[in-house]
């Protein structure tokens, strides 16, 4: 009975913990001033050694996170705000019948990372032109994140892609932890090939880039692209926060598929860097028989995307010799 007493204790305190840290964090970065965080863990800290029993302790504090998250749960999304010139415009969709008509699609003239124009095209599209996906993996440091990009293929088009990432106001800097809160709201960028690729081979320092063809069917390609354009839609009168792990680059795609349809879950899609392995393992990528240590070998696509560079010929140039293509 002691041991069960002893672990049933150890798990509250840790229960204790993790929420009061949640709570220091949500002051931290989401509320009027840091320094709150400050008082409230001090508060905490007096309950804790000062007040009689364990029932009232746990009471109190227990009032206290539910007065926090109430209050974090009431913090709004907007489309307002002054935002970074890579993430200023979103874009939308017209349908009609078979043509799509895109809006505000990112092809960025680059000289740098940070010394670029922008500029926002409209991409007309015929869903009976789709001929299938490819993804783009792209990682910048731990092999165990990445950031994963869907380009759509036309026969009479050129590829139409999807980055789905945080929206930034001017000034702002992407933060791990502060991805966990209310930061950042999300945002789908329909962009160029030589806009959202390029920008990752040619100009970041320490990217890599990994190109596969999804094993998807054009039927189930036009599919993919209607989520993505339902997607965008929803979002011009419904913004959403990103957060690092239930509302991210990865999670958003499996979770726009109908319910039915979605990937069964796995670890690899929140460690997102192991995603291709995941899929050459589900075969939900093009393996040309290999395996997925030479795939991923041969889908590098940086020396191509230098050398290639500002070529119109771009995307056929990336594609050359990949397996699958």
């Not at 508060?43 to 009032?63: D, E, H, N, S, Y």
């Not at 930034?168 to 809160?181: C, E, P, R």
């Not at 726009?256 to 291709?276: C, I, S, T, V, Y």
């Not at 594609?319 to 699958?324: D, V, Y």
């Amino acid at each position: 009975m002691k041991v069960l007493r002893y672990c049933g204790f150890g798990l509250l305190a840790l229960a204790i913990l993790c929420a009061l840290a949640w709570a220091c964090g949500a002051l931290t970065y989401d509320g009027p001033a840091p320094w709150l965080a400050v008082v409230q863990l001090v508060a905490i800290l007096a309950v804790f050694i000062w007040v009689p029993r364990w029932r009232r302790k746990l009471g109190i504090f227990g009032a206290w996170f539910a007065l926090v998250l109430t209050w974090w749960l009431t913090l709004r999304p907007t489309n307002e705000g002054d935002w970074q010139p890579d993430v200023a415009q979103l874009a939308w969709a017209e349908i009609d019948g078979d043509e799509v008509t895109v809006h505000n699609v990112r092809n960025c003239e680059y000289r740098s990372e940070s010394d670029f124009t922008p500029r926002w095209e409209t991409r007309r599209v015929r869903l009976s032109q789709l001929t299938g996906v490819d993804l783009a993996i792209t990682y910048w440091g731990s092999p165990w994140m990445a950031h994963p990009i869907v380009s759509f293929q036309f026969a009479d088009a050129p590829p139409l892609c999807f980055s789905i990432e945080t929206r930034k106001k001017v000034g702002q800097s992407y933060s791990s932890i502060g991805g966990l809160y209310r930061q950042f709201e999300l945002i789908y960028i329909a962009a160029d090939e030589r806009d959202v690729i390029r920008l990752r081979t040619n100009f970041r320092k320490g990217e890599e880039v990994y190109l596969y063809r999804s094993s998807i069917t054009p039927a189930q390609a036009r599919e993919r692209l209607q989520e993505y354009l339902r997607s965008i839609n929803g979002m011009r009168d419904h913004p959403r926060w990103y957060n690092a792990v239930t509302t991210n680059c990865t999670t958003s795609i499996r979770d726009q598929h109908p319910a039915a349809e979605r990937m069964p879950w796995d670890w690899r899609l929140l460690l997102n860097g192991k995603a291709d392995e995941l899929m050459h393992e589900r075969r939900a990528i093009a393996t040309a028989g290999l395996s997925f240590a030479e795939l991923k070998r041969r889908a590098l696509i940086n020396p191509a995307a230098r050398a290639a560079n500002n070529a119109p010929d771009f995307s056929a140039r990336i594609r050359e010799a990949r397996p699958g293509m």
